[in-house]
């Protein structure tokens, strides 16, 4: 299984938030005007993984995002996360998705370590759990 970037995971949530079984970034910017959410993770998408031509293009025809993509460029990508929350929230998303095995991995380790503990300290067997 391959792992989930961040490109791959804003673009399951374009398809998702959208309700459209498309990767049009036109439709996608369309459905946005109404949607909060889906504006917000289209913006993310164009500002960091769309070609400058395409997104120009977009940014024409749609002046909300030119105006957002507009907000997103000029703060550098590595403060990009902490200072506007909104993006913020998505990128923490995307870090609980991609880290969901790990961090249930390390509640099973804890839990088979406290039930081991339980079994020395009353002296119970498997079977009798």
Do not use: H, W
């Amino acid at each position: 299984m391959r792992e989930l970037t961040f490109k791959g995971y804003l673009q399951q949530q374009l398809c998702e938030l959208s309700d459209c079984n498309s990767k049009s970034l036109y439709k996608f910017a369309r459905l946005a005007e109404r949607n909060a959410r889906l504006k917000n993770v289209l913006c993310l998408y164009l500002v960091n993984f769309v070609p400058d031509n395409l997104k120009n293009q977009l940014c024409k025809r749609f002046p909300y995002v030119a105006i957002e993509c507009e907000r997103l460029s000029s703060v550098p990508l590595e403060q990009l996360y902490g200072s506007l929350s909104e993006y913020a929230t998505i990128y923490e998303n995307y870090l609980n998705r991609k880290n969901t095995k790990a961090n249930e991995d390390k509640i099973k380790a804890l839990m088979q370590k406290r039930i081991v503990e339980l079994q020395k300290e009353k002296g119970i067997s498997n079977y009798r759990i």
